[in-house]
């Protein structure tokens, strides 16, 4: 008997859950993966999402090759492709983890029903997370919409065996023998072959394992560091993450073992990822609109001159600015600045988060729906456990306070060198001396603000308050 196991967004052999129930199961496993046509049609060529995938995609493949068997790799429509393979392999079943997205789910169910009329089972597991749909609920049954009895109740139910690492090397002669199989190159599907150069990003496991590395000679400090965006602090571990280069159970059990204020600050940022992924599990309708049904209709002005300046990192505010480049130029940015970014959009350019939300899908690396979603409803405080409306985040403020000496700034303008201090957070504040003697003429080498902070302030919460009942 054959099986097959469909890796999506977990490119890993060690500790992947599915993949050890399908090596397990008796059958011989044939494993594959799709590159998804009804996803990468839609991607600009020079997507580096795409470019991580296919470097991950040849490690797992050479990790699968070490093992004694292969990978199989196809460009298609994904749901069309593994009926497809299910038939020509003549497979019992098709083993894969579970993906919460809408879309992952509306496709597992017509893969589901397909194989089921062919007399195949999909059987799907538990891999990205700790604890997913309703495995953690409130004492009354309900979903918790409110982080800090989320992550208690997480802490309450965590226990040595939803940290443990699935034995996959154990059972790998399960892997079926295969000729020689071919990935197709990223010129082939029409995707640039250099989208990651110059990024200092290391795909596949190697690269999850490099950081991991690293990071556990900082975790002691992250509760000191995190929000610092010049600073080394954080793990830098989201894409792997994302893409399942690294397993969630080996770091939470790593943080949960080390204990002290960083490893649990750590850990509790992981708890965030199960909060939103459990958010969108039970609450799809997130992906769409506001989760507070008083701000459903907010009517934002949004303004698309503004939008542009904010997407070019143009708007006169450096740390604001310096962000958006860093998330143009790397394809990532820094938990501090995607709150500050996210709120000076919003509650600053009176834009519609979810505008914002569609930039940074396009954008970031480390996409990720729920997270993403979580993120831009907190900031916009329309989401479940948001910032109240009436806090509202002054970008001069949070530069002084989270770059104080401007070094990440400088990083990504360049233009400003030679300011410092106030002059460096808020250039149009500065003495026309400061200015001439740094070379910088403020709407010519820098633009001047785009909004008032204080008058936009005053405009954001108005049009909170107007939607609010009473
Ligand atoms: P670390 O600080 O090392 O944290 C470790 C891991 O914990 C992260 O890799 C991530 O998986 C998880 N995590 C940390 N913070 C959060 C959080 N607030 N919510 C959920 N999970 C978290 N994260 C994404 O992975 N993808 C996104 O698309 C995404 N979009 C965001 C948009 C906005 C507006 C905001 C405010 C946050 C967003 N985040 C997103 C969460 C967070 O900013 C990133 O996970 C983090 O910056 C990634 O860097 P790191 O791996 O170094 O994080």
């Known amino acids: 008997q054959k099986a097959l196991f469909w890796f999506r967004r977990d490119l890993r052999v060690h500790d992947n859950a599915g993949l050890y129930h399908a090596l397990k199961s008796g059958a011989d496993v044939l494993p594959v993966f799709v590159f998804d046509r009804d996803i990468l049609d839609g991607l600009p060529q020079s997507d580096r999402r795409v470019a991580f995938i296919h470097a991950s995609v040849h490690a797992l493949q050479a990790e699968l090759r070490a093992a004694g068997g292969d990978l199989i790799t196809v460009h298609d429509h994904a749901a069309a492709a593994i009926v497809r393979l299910a038939r020509q392999h003549d497979v019992c079943a098709v083993y894969t983890n579970h993906d919460y997205e809408p879309a992952a789910q509306a496709r597992d169910a017509t893969v589901r029903h397909t194989l089921q009329q062919a007399g195949v ?7 990205q997370v700790i604890f997913e749909r309703d495995e953690v609920l409130t004492q009354a049954g ?13 802490m309450q139910k965590l226990d040595a065996f939803h940290l443990k690492a699935y034995p996959v090397k154990k059972y ?19 995707f640039a072959a250099d989208a990651l150069a110059g990024l200092r990003i290391t795909p596949g496991i190697d690269g999850g394992e490099q950081l991991f590395e690293d990071f556990k000679n900082r975790i002691n400090r992250y509760h ?10 954080p793990s830098y571990l989201s894409v792997h993450l994302r893409f399942g280069t690294v397993s969630i159970r080996e770091l939470a059990a790593y943080a949960q073992h080390r204990g002290g204020e960083g490893a649990s600050t750590w850990l509790g ?10 958010i969108l599990w039970h609450r ?7 989760f507070k049904p008083e701000y459903v209709h907010l009517p934002f002005p949004n303004p698309q001159d503004l939008f542009e300046a904010w997407c070019e990192g143009r708007t006169g505010y450096p740390l ?3 962000a958006m480049r860093q998330l143009n130029q790397t394809g990532y940015m820094h938990n501090r600045l995607r709150m500050v970014t996210a709120s000076f959009l919003v509650k600053d350019l009176l834009v519609d988060w979810r505008w914002g939300e569609r930039y940074f899908a396009d954008k970031l690396i480390d996409f990720d729906l729920a997270s993403n979603n979580g993120g831009w409803q907190w900031a916009a405080s329309t989401g479940c456990d948001a910032q109240p409306y009436f806090r509202i985040f002054n970008p001069v403020t949070q530069s002084e306070k989270f770059d104080a000496e401007g070094k990440f700034i400088l990083r990504y303008c360049p233009e400003l060198t030679g300011l410092s201090g106030k002059a460096l957070h808020a250039p149009w504040l500065a003495k026309p001396g400061v200015l001439a003697s740094a070379g910088i003429r403020l709407g010519h080498d820098y633009p001047e603000p785009v909004v008032d902070h204080g008058v936009q302030r005053d405009l954001a919460l108005a049009l909170f308050k107007k939607a609010r009942p009473g």
């Open 121 to 127: 089972e999909l059987l799907t597991f538990k891999d």
């Open 142 to 154: 309900g979903m918790f919409s409110v982080f800090t009895p989320y992550k208690r109740a997480w």
């Open 172 to 190: 790998l002669a399960a892997l079926a023998p295969l000729p020689p199989q071919t990935i197709p190159t990223l010129q082939h599907m029409g």
């Open 224 to 233: 000191e560091t995190r929000d610092f965006p010049a600073v080394k602090g």
């Open 269 to 278: 940022e992981l708890i965030w990822r199960d909060f939103y992924a459990q």
């Open 284 to 290: 799809p309708e997130v992906a769409q609109q506001a």
């Open 320 to 322: 604001v600015d310096a």
